[in-house]
């Protein structure tokens, strides 16, 4: 039993490593500093200047957190509104998001396993936002259920799972890959934490969005 025990911890640590890697991937690092080159090269040097400082500060929470077993609630959504950030400057702000937290919740002292929901912020983002025609919206909602788990639901307006399939953009592949890495992380820490990702439709069946719920088991 110790043995196995000993053997799952360390699969976990690796697939923490390879969610790490997945996080800091090459399109991101690449088109991240090939924006900050842009803005010098328009001579917008304060835009430059924001820019490289909350990537640096990004690529710091990255590591930071990846080094932890659990980090607070209130980390992560610090960490994914770095992110969002550096996002939508570089998409010209073409999209815009919202955070709600629960009232009854408090962020500082609830902990989940790190760096859990940007790959599906970027999911969102790169898979329905970034071709939607006219303004994307993202929203993030976090509660606690009756067992004190925690809840997130993120969503968004975008084209949809299946138009942004048809595209076969190469973003595509690797988002993925992202989320595959994410789900099997959740289920090794605990096989009761869930991700449910559902097709949004209007009255009409057209796709409006997509909808990604997420069950995490309180870490006390």
């Known amino acids: 039993q110790e043995k196995e025990k000993s053997s799952l911890k360390q699969k976990v ?26 803005f010098i090269i328009q001579q917008k040097s304060k835009e430059a200047s924001t820019y490289l400082t909350t990537f640096s500060k990004l690529m710091r929470s990255i590591l930071d957190n990846s080094r932890q077993e659990s ?92 138009a942004s399939l048809q595209m076969k953009k190469e973003q595509i592949k690797h988002k993925s890959y992202g989320i595959d890495i994410t789900r099997e992380r959740l289920e090794m820490l605990n096989p009761k934490n869930q991700i449910i990702i559902t097709d949004l439709e209007d009255e009409h069946g057209k796709a409006i969005g997509t909808l990604v719920e997420l069950k995490i088991v309180y870490y006390d």
């Open 13 to 38: 640590k690796d697939v923490e490593m390879q969610t790490l890697r997945s996080q800091m991937n090459p399109h991101f690092l690449f088109n991240s500093l090939n924006s900050i080159n842009s």
């Open 71 to 162: 980090i607070s609630l209130e980390k992560e959504i610090e960490t994914l509104g770095m992110y969002m950030k550096l996002e939508m400057a570089r998409l010209e702000n073409s999209f815009d998001y919202q955070i709600i937290i629960d009232q009854n919740l408090d962020a500082e002292f609830v902990q989940i396993p790190p760096l859990i929901l940007q790959p599906f912020v970027e999911n969102a983002i790169w898979h329905g936002l970034v071709n939607k025609n006219g303004n994307g919206f993202l929203k993030i909602e976090i509660k606690k259920d009756e067992n004190s788990d925690v809840i997130i639901r993120i969503s968004d307006n975008g084209i949809g799972r299946k």
